[in-house]
T-cell receptor, first 113, second 111 residues
């Protein structure tokens, strides 16, 4: 089955700096890669996703890149703000949609003011 | 706005008890899922359902069962709760071909 590894497990940055979280996946058939943000005590919320026919996608301060050959994808957050502090999860699925997701272990991002 | 609602935020149950976790979604989604969330392990799929009365095992189904009698409701059942089932349980729903939306989670403690 699919295996998704996520690094780092914790990340501390200064407000205004950039943050990068990386994930690798094992199944070359995976074709949908969402990122979820989970604030303390709240539900995971989808923040951005990318499909395998696209190499990069951007939404304001967040962007995701995908390297299918290397089987890795990354989340980039620029100009970080304290409200970006949360646990971020990457995931992968083979059905080109948010079903049957395999999640990474999560990254706790702390943005220091 | 999609709403996925789990019946309890916190539950404390005794070892050996039968436990029901309920999840309801109001967006007519075909697919529903139960995950458990443990530190460092991310979210792991227990069971999912792609239609009423249909269910499929996920990655860690042992010790759990599910029920989907109505499209909007998906129940997770722990037949005989054990301490290693202490965890955060998250329900999610999705349209076929759509993104998954999560409930707020149920933190279950088995003592």
């Amino acid at each position: 089955g699919e295996n998704v590894e996520q690094h780092p497990s914790t990340l501390s940055v200064q407000e205004g700096d950039s943050a990068v979280i990386k994930c690798t996946y094992s199944d070359s058939a995976s074709n949908y890669f969402p990122w979820y943000k989970q604030e303390l005590g709240k539900r995971p919320q989808l923040i951005i996703d990318i499909r395998s026919n696209v190499g990069e996608k951007k939404d304001q301060r967040i962007a995701v890149t995908l390297n299918k050959t290397a089987k890795h994808f990354s989340l980039h957050i620029t100009e970080t703000q304290p409200e970006d502090s949360a646990v971020y999860f990457c995931a992968a699925s083979k059905d080109n949609a948010g079903n049957m997701l395999t999640f990474g272990g999560g990254t706790r991002l702390m943005v220091k003011p | 706005d999609v709403k996925v609602t789990q019946s309890s935020r916190y539950l404390v149950k005794r070892t050996g008890e039968k436990v029901f976790l309920e999840c309801v979604q109001d967006m007519d989604h075909e697919n529903m899922f139960w995950y458990r969330q443990d530190p460092g392990l991310g979210l792991r799929l227990i069971y999912f359902s792609y239609d009423v009365k249909m269910k499929e095992k996920g990655d860690i189904p042992e010790g759990y069962s599910v029920s989907r009698e109505k499209k909007e409701r998906f129940s997770l059942i722990l037949e005989s709760a054990s301490t290693n089932q202490t965890s955060m349980y998250l329900c999610a729903s999705a349209l076929r071909g759509g993104s998954a939306f999560f409930g707020q989670g149920t933190r279950l403690t088995v003592v």
